[in-house]
């Protein structure tokens, strides 16, 4: 079984509807013909009926996300101002450079 959806469009994000190219065929082989949207890592393969204005190309994957385990939350005394980061760096046994996630 797949999901093939034969209808609507496709541009790049920062592009206006202008850009916009109809779609022949967006196929997404593991997926069930009906249900909800694509999880996150689903692979499928796109048609377009022209190719784009400026042709799609490769992107970089994203990097992988932070292991649960190495992700550190800060919470304030009534849990209001949740902050979730990882240590960038390692400054001193009790200093680190953090970076938000």
Do not use: C, W
């Not at 490769?58 to 005394?77: H, L």
């Amino acid at each position: 079984m797949s999901r093939v959806i034969t209808h609507g469009q496709v541009k790049r994000v920062s592009e206006t509807d202008a850009y916009a190219v109809p779609v022949e065929s967006l196929t997404f082989p593991t997926l069930a013909p009906v249900g909800p949207l694509p999880p996150a890592g689903t692979t499928g393969v796109l048609i377009t009926q022209r190719v784009p204005n400026t042709p799609y190309t490769p992107a970089p994957p994203p990097p992988p996300p932070v292991p649960a385990n190495q992700t550190i939350i800060y919470e304030d005394g009534n849990n209001n101002n949740t902050i979730y980061m990882r240590v960038a760096s390692v400054v001193g046994p009790a200093k680190y450079n953090m970076v938000v996630l």
